[in-house]
T-cell receptor, first 113, second 112 residues
Framework: DGGITQSPKYLFRKEGQNVTLSCEQNLNHDAMYWYRQDPGQGLRLIYYSQIVNDFQKGDIAEGYSVSREKKESFPLTVTSAQKNPTAFYLC????????????FGPGTRLTVT | RKEVEQDPGPFNVPEGATVAFNCTYS??????FFWYRQDCRKEPKLLMSVYSSGNEDGRFTAQLNRASQYISLLIRDSKLSDSATYLCAVLNYGGSQGNLIFGKGTKLSVKP
Protein backbone atom coordinates (compact mmCIF):
# COMPACT_ATOMS: atom_id res chain seq x y z
CA ASP A 1 0.00 0.00 0.00
CA GLY A 2 1.24 3.46 -0.86
CA GLY A 3 1.22 6.08 1.81
CA ILE A 4 2.96 8.17 4.39
CA THR A 5 4.06 6.67 7.67
CA GLN A 6 5.09 8.44 10.81
CA SER A 7 6.53 6.86 13.88
CA PRO A 8 6.04 6.63 16.69
CA LYS A 9 2.39 7.56 17.18
CA TYR A 10 3.02 8.79 20.73
CA LEU A 11 6.34 10.03 22.09
CA PHE A 12 7.26 11.17 25.56
CA ARG A 13 10.46 13.02 26.39
CA LYS A 14 12.01 14.93 29.21
CA GLU A 15 12.73 18.60 28.81
CA GLY A 16 16.21 19.26 27.46
CA GLN A 17 16.36 16.18 25.24
CA ASN A 18 16.44 16.26 21.48
CA VAL A 19 13.99 13.94 19.75
CA THR A 20 13.68 12.87 16.12
CA LEU A 21 10.35 12.15 14.47
CA SER A 22 10.26 9.85 11.48
CA CYS A 23 8.39 10.44 8.23
CA GLU A 24 8.56 8.04 5.30
CA GLN A 25 6.59 7.98 2.05
CA ASN A 26 6.46 5.50 -0.81
CA LEU A 27 4.31 7.65 -3.09
CA ASN A 28 7.30 8.87 -5.09
CA HIS A 29 6.38 12.41 -4.09
CA ASP A 30 8.98 15.11 -4.53
CA ALA A 31 7.86 17.56 -1.86
CA MET A 32 7.52 16.87 1.84
CA TYR A 33 6.36 19.07 4.70
CA TRP A 34 6.31 19.19 8.48
CA TYR A 35 3.51 20.91 10.36
CA ARG A 36 2.73 21.43 13.97
CA GLN A 37 -0.84 21.54 15.33
CA ASP A 38 -1.77 22.77 18.79
CA PRO A 39 -5.23 22.26 20.34
CA GLY A 40 -7.85 24.38 18.61
CA GLN A 41 -5.28 25.71 16.18
CA GLY A 42 -4.61 25.37 12.51
CA LEU A 43 -1.55 23.73 11.03
CA ARG A 44 1.65 25.76 11.11
CA LEU A 45 4.47 25.00 8.70
CA ILE A 46 7.81 24.12 10.28
CA TYR A 47 9.99 23.04 7.34
CA TYR A 48 9.50 21.83 3.81
CA SER A 49 11.58 20.21 1.13
CA GLN A 50 10.90 20.31 -2.61
CA ILE A 51 13.77 18.01 -3.62
CA VAL A 52 16.41 15.78 -2.08
CA ASN A 53 19.22 17.59 -0.26
CA ASP A 54 17.28 20.84 -0.16
CA PHE A 55 14.87 22.21 2.42
CA GLN A 56 13.42 25.55 3.47
CA LYS A 57 12.26 27.06 6.74
CA GLY A 58 8.57 27.51 7.25
CA ASP A 59 6.84 29.92 9.58
CA ILE A 60 7.99 28.40 12.87
CA ALA A 61 11.37 26.74 12.18
CA GLU A 62 13.13 27.91 15.34
CA GLY A 63 14.09 25.00 17.57
CA TYR A 64 13.66 22.41 14.80
CA SER A 65 15.97 20.84 12.23
CA VAL A 66 15.42 18.52 9.27
CA SER A 67 17.33 16.55 6.66
CA ARG A 68 16.37 15.20 3.25
CA GLU A 69 19.02 12.68 2.26
CA LYS A 70 16.54 10.39 0.49
CA LYS A 71 13.40 11.16 -1.47
CA GLU A 72 11.37 8.85 0.74
CA SER A 73 12.44 10.23 4.09
CA PHE A 74 12.15 13.60 5.84
CA PRO A 75 12.93 13.29 9.55
CA LEU A 76 12.29 16.17 11.94
CA THR A 77 14.40 16.80 15.02
CA VAL A 78 12.84 18.74 17.86
CA THR A 79 15.74 20.26 19.74
CA SER A 80 15.97 21.44 23.32
CA ALA A 81 15.87 24.99 21.96
CA GLN A 82 12.19 24.62 21.08
CA LYS A 83 10.37 26.35 23.93
CA ASN A 84 7.00 24.63 23.67
CA PRO A 85 7.59 21.29 21.93
CA THR A 86 4.45 19.49 23.14
CA ALA A 87 2.18 19.26 20.09
CA PHE A 88 0.77 17.07 17.34
CA TYR A 89 3.30 16.82 14.50
CA LEU A 90 2.09 16.07 10.99
CA CYS A 91 4.12 15.18 7.94
CA UNK A 92 2.72 15.65 4.45
CA UNK A 93 3.82 15.13 0.89
CA UNK A 94 2.79 16.16 -2.58
CA UNK A 95 3.96 15.55 -6.11
CA UNK A 96 5.33 19.08 -6.23
CA UNK A 97 4.62 22.29 -8.16
CA UNK A 98 2.22 20.51 -10.49
CA UNK A 99 -0.09 19.72 -7.63
CA UNK A 100 -0.45 21.21 -4.21
CA UNK A 101 -2.81 18.57 -2.92
CA UNK A 102 -1.06 17.54 0.24
CA UNK A 103 -1.54 14.13 1.80
CA PHE A 104 -0.80 13.63 5.45
CA GLY A 105 0.71 10.91 7.57
CA PRO A 106 -1.07 9.79 10.76
CA GLY A 107 0.95 12.16 12.94
CA THR A 108 3.10 11.90 16.04
CA ARG A 109 1.84 13.25 19.32
CA LEU A 110 4.85 14.52 21.28
CA THR A 111 4.67 15.27 24.98
CA VAL A 112 7.63 16.89 26.71
CA THR A 113 7.62 17.18 30.49
CA ARG B 1 -6.81 40.50 8.72
CA LYS B 2 -5.54 36.95 9.16
CA GLU B 3 -4.48 35.10 6.03
CA VAL B 4 -7.15 32.41 6.29
CA GLU B 5 -10.10 32.69 8.64
CA GLN B 6 -12.85 30.25 9.53
CA ASP B 7 -15.76 30.34 11.92
CA PRO B 8 -14.64 27.90 14.65
CA GLY B 9 -18.19 26.75 15.38
CA PRO B 10 -19.23 24.33 16.65
CA PHE B 11 -22.05 23.90 14.18
CA ASN B 12 -24.59 21.56 15.76
CA VAL B 13 -27.07 20.26 13.19
CA PRO B 14 -29.60 17.43 13.01
CA GLU B 15 -29.17 14.54 10.63
CA GLY B 16 -30.42 15.38 7.18
CA ALA B 17 -29.76 19.10 7.51
CA THR B 18 -27.84 21.21 5.04
CA VAL B 19 -24.92 23.12 6.50
CA ALA B 20 -22.49 25.60 4.99
CA PHE B 21 -19.10 26.84 6.16
CA ASN B 22 -17.24 29.86 4.91
CA CYS B 23 -13.53 30.50 4.73
CA THR B 24 -12.13 33.94 3.95
CA TYR B 25 -8.64 34.61 2.66
CA SER B 26 -6.60 37.79 2.50
CA UNK B 27 -4.33 37.24 -0.51
CA UNK B 28 -6.24 38.16 -3.65
CA UNK B 29 -3.60 36.41 -5.79
CA UNK B 30 -4.39 32.98 -4.30
CA UNK B 31 -5.23 30.48 -7.03
CA UNK B 32 -5.93 27.15 -5.39
CA PHE B 33 -8.06 26.21 -2.45
CA PHE B 34 -8.68 23.03 -0.52
CA TRP B 35 -11.05 21.61 2.05
CA TYR B 36 -9.76 18.99 4.46
CA ARG B 37 -11.66 16.92 6.98
CA GLN B 38 -9.99 16.15 10.31
CA ASP B 39 -11.40 13.70 12.81
CA CYS B 40 -10.51 14.04 16.48
CA ARG B 41 -6.82 13.26 17.09
CA LYS B 42 -6.32 12.15 13.48
CA GLU B 43 -4.59 13.59 10.47
CA PRO B 44 -6.39 15.87 7.97
CA LYS B 45 -7.74 14.12 4.90
CA LEU B 46 -8.25 15.93 1.62
CA LEU B 47 -11.95 16.39 0.92
CA MET B 48 -12.06 18.68 -2.10
CA SER B 49 -9.83 20.83 -4.26
CA VAL B 50 -11.09 24.06 -5.81
CA TYR B 51 -9.19 25.50 -8.74
CA SER B 52 -11.89 27.45 -10.55
CA SER B 53 -15.35 28.54 -9.52
CA GLY B 54 -16.28 25.42 -7.63
CA ASN B 55 -16.40 21.69 -7.29
CA GLU B 56 -19.04 19.12 -6.42
CA ASP B 57 -18.68 15.59 -5.09
CA GLY B 58 -21.87 13.86 -4.03
CA ARG B 59 -23.32 15.66 -1.04
CA PHE B 60 -20.41 18.10 -0.87
CA THR B 61 -20.15 21.30 -2.88
CA ALA B 62 -17.35 23.83 -2.69
CA GLN B 63 -17.74 27.30 -4.20
CA LEU B 64 -15.23 30.04 -4.75
CA ASN B 65 -16.08 33.74 -4.68
CA ARG B 66 -12.98 35.60 -5.84
CA ALA B 67 -14.58 39.03 -5.63
CA SER B 68 -15.32 38.62 -1.94
CA GLN B 69 -12.33 36.35 -1.32
CA TYR B 70 -14.03 33.43 0.29
CA ILE B 71 -14.70 29.79 -0.37
CA SER B 72 -17.60 27.87 1.02
CA LEU B 73 -18.30 24.22 1.71
CA LEU B 74 -21.89 23.02 1.54
CA ILE B 75 -22.87 19.65 2.98
CA ARG B 76 -26.33 18.38 2.05
CA ASP B 77 -28.26 15.64 3.84
CA SER B 78 -25.83 15.58 6.79
CA LYS B 79 -24.87 12.19 8.20
CA LEU B 80 -23.68 11.38 11.70
CA SER B 81 -20.38 10.38 10.11
CA ASP B 82 -19.88 13.92 8.80
CA SER B 83 -19.08 15.04 12.35
CA ALA B 84 -15.52 16.34 12.21
CA THR B 85 -13.49 19.51 11.93
CA TYR B 86 -13.27 20.99 8.45
CA LEU B 87 -10.08 22.83 7.56
CA CYS B 88 -9.76 25.31 4.76
CA ALA B 89 -6.37 25.69 3.04
CA VAL B 90 -5.26 28.35 0.59
CA LEU B 91 -2.25 28.15 -1.70
CA ASN B 92 0.00 31.20 -1.43
CA TYR B 93 3.02 31.74 -3.60
CA GLY B 94 6.27 33.13 -2.29
CA GLY B 95 8.87 33.52 -5.00
CA SER B 96 8.86 30.34 -7.09
CA GLN B 97 7.28 28.16 -4.46
CA GLY B 98 3.84 27.88 -3.03
CA ASN B 99 2.75 26.72 0.36
CA LEU B 100 -0.61 25.99 1.91
CA ILE B 101 -1.94 28.29 4.60
CA PHE B 102 -4.49 26.57 6.82
CA GLY B 103 -7.39 27.99 8.73
CA LYS B 104 -8.05 26.86 12.28
CA GLY B 105 -11.01 24.76 11.23
CA THR B 106 -14.76 24.66 11.74
CA LYS B 107 -16.15 21.96 13.98
CA LEU B 108 -19.31 20.19 12.82
CA SER B 109 -21.41 17.98 15.07
CA VAL B 110 -24.31 16.12 13.45
CA LYS B 111 -26.88 14.87 15.96
CA PRO B 112 -29.46 12.10 15.52
Amino acid sequence: DGGITQSPKYLFRKEGQNVTLSCEQNLNHDAMYWYRQDPGQGLRLIYYSQIVNDFQKGDIAEGYSVSREKKESFPLTVTSAQKNPTAFYLCASTTGPASYEQYFGPGTRLTVT
Amino acid sequence: RKEVEQDPGPFNVPEGATVAFNCTYSNSASQSFFWYRQDCRKEPKLLMSVYSSGNEDGRFTAQLNRASQYISLLIRDSKLSDSATYLCAVLNYGGSQGNLIFGKGTKLSVKP
